[in-house]
Structure formats: C-alpha cells, structure tokens
C-alpha cells in the first residue's frame, strides 16, 4: 500500500495571525491580565510613596548697552557667560547666605540649571526642590543675585559707560509639579505589563509550540480533522449523562467512530490504527473507546494495543525488560504468535500477547501484513493503537499495513513539532494517513454521594 507524498506545511502558516494570537490570549489569558495588573500596582506604590519634586523658575533678559547691530551682538554673545555663573559659587554662596540653607554648594548646584536663547537674549533659572516655597524663592535668589554679581563687576578697560550690559529679572520664581505623577505613572505601568505579558505569553506560545485546535492540527499534519474527544478524568462525572465506563472514557466517541470508519476509499475502514503524536495524547484509550463504540454498533471489533503491557491496562506504553538489553529480542514468525484473545465488558474481543506488548515486537513489513491479516480473518474491524513513536519506534510500519491511520494529539500539550515528526514518519513508511483527532480532559463537578 503506497500513499502520495504529502507537502510538509510550514510551522509559520499553518494558522492565520489573528486566529494564532487569539489561540496563545485564551491559553495565556491569566498571564494577560497578571502581569500588567502587578505593574500597575507596583508603579502606582512607587509614585504614591516617592516625594514630590517641584521646579521652579526665573527669568532675565540681557540688556545691550547699546540698541545698535554690535550692541545686540555683543549682548547675545554674553548669554553662554551668564548661564555659567548661575552656577558659579560665588553666586550660590551668596544664595545659600541670604536664604540660610543648610544645603551645601555642591548640592545647590545639582539642582539648579540654567539655558539661554541667543536669539531672544533670555537667561532661564531652574530649581528643584521637594518643598515648593522653597524652590520658587531659591530660583527667585538666583536671579537677584545673578544680577546684583553682574552690576558689581567693574568696567573693562577702554569701554565707554552706554556699552556696558545689564541683566533685568522680567519673572520671578513660578513652580509646578514636575514627578512623580500617579496616574500617569500607574497607566504606564499597566501599558508596560500589557506589552511585557503579550510577548511572554508569544514567546511561551512559540516555544511550548503546542496544538490549539483542530484546524492548526489539520494544517500541521495535512489531512482532515475528524473532531475533538473529551477525556473524563477517574472521579469525575461528565458534564451530561451518566458516569463514563472504563472503556467509553471519551465523551464524542461514537461520533468519532462513524467519521473514522468512512475515511476509506470508497470503502468501508477494516483495520484502524490510532497513533498518538506523544503519549499524553491518550491514543490507545481512544482506540479503546472507538473499538467499544463499533462494537456496540454490531460490528465484531477487535482491540489490539500495540504498547499495552500486563500492569496497565488503561493505558499503552512500551515494555521494559529488565536489565540492559544490548540487542533486539529473539524474533517469532507471526504465524506462530502466541496471541490471547479476551472479551471485554463492551463486547470487544481485546488481543495481547503473552510477555510482551506486540508493538515490542521486531518484525518486518510483510510479517505485520500477514499478521493483520490472520486478525481480520474472523472479525469485522481491527482497531490498533500506538502511543507514539517513541514508545512504538514501529509504528509507521503498523500505519502501512492498516486500511487507515488517524493522528492523535492533546489540546494545548501536544508540540507541534511532534506531529510533524508523526506525520512525516507515517508517510515515508507508506502508511495512508486518513485524518487527526484532538483529546482533552474534563473536569467537571464531583458526583454527590
């Protein structure tokens, strides 16, 4: 049985944008909304409990001594000379005299800062301070004493009385709050968190590259999505009906099982393999569910559980020999297979193998043809599952000799990755890869007692 080679989809396009976003905000939604609430309270404790800083501020206008083209010239070259002694300590210590600060030169002068406009010839002073009085009357001080420095410098030689500059305050020391604001510091801590939590809960989306949905199943792994299953977890009750049994573990089975059997062409599907893309994909419980749904439809089912060993019977997974095993077991001929067949409470005729799981076996292409076949010879369907690759490194080989493989992922735990290795796996054995599934688990309100 040969299957046409199917395109492998690229991890970029498999779902538009706007619906992967939407997929990684309902799987990460309380990391969304955490995380610019915390920074919104962090920024808001921050501002609350920060000290004011007020700034205030003066200004002068430089005065040429003359109102012609060298006299404003002169003026406005001066300007730069003025905003440095702003800072100058003579004129601070003048400032920290008149108005008795403790504060010494060196602190003064980290809060005050001077600029000027050449253009217009007007020398601004601003303080800070965390005491608004305080801050208007030292950048009113400045002035004053920024003038009164400036009148008391003597002429310089050979310059006539009119050419001489004078400084004149045209506004005294206004202040106004510049920090810390809390509302806008709280909004920008909240605008923070949401940016910083929307590429967390990308990067997480990118990185765990788990399947969402049937649709992005359906474009990683290149064929139909046959439905979602839920899973009930043991002690829990579905949301509607009764207790699910042990082997109708799978609310949605019998819908899946009417879909899964018409994927044949043109014919009905007489041997199914289930296999999971990793083991928390559940396949072999869903071919448990599936093989009791066909059978309680009236068709002779068989259950082959290809990873299953001895101690779990709910779930398939690899045997393990005791001891290193430094190579492949003595191989049987399939004929001479020691297989147990044993009905199940659902009707179903469950095979196994005494010792050691089947899928455990090392067997070749057309030995598992045949032994397929000998399954078939007095049954109607022949359902397989197979935890995953990892479990059951042969399972493609299985997926060849079956009418049909489904692929079997879990919502939200499957990588995306693994699909494709499955997928890809399946294909180049030759195997015919029918449709996928999706399973999740539910939890809903405990029974009474």
Known sequence: MTAAPV?????TVQMPAEERFLAVARRWWLLLVL???VCALLAYVYASRTTPTYEAEAQLLVVPGTADNSGLSIAS????TYVELVTSPAVLKAVRKELALAEEVPGLRARVRAETDRRTRLLTIRVRDEDSARARATATELAGQLKIYVDAQPRPAGSLPGQRQTLEIVEHGTSSLVGPDVILSTSFGAFAGLLLSTALALLLGAKGGSVTSGEELSALAGVPFLGAVQRIAEGWQPRRGAQAERLQDFVGSPLLAGRVRFTGQGRPVRSL????ADTRSSACDLAASLAAAYAAGGLRTKLVNLGQDEESPGRAHAATPEGPAPGPPPREATDKLELLETSNDAGVVVVSKKGRALGSEW???EE??????RLLEDTDLVVLGAPSLGEIPGAPVWARAADATVLVARRGQTRRTAVLTTRDAVVAAGGRLAGAALTETVRAAPTSP
Do not use: F, H, K, N
């Open 7 to 11: 395109p492998r989809p690229s991890l």
């Open 35 to 37: 995380v610019p609430l």
């Open 77 to 80: 070259d001066s300007a730069p």
């Open 273 to 276: 393999l289930l296999l999971g």
């Open 363 to 365: 067997l070749a292409p």
């Open 368 to 373: 598992i043809d045949r032994l397929v076949e």
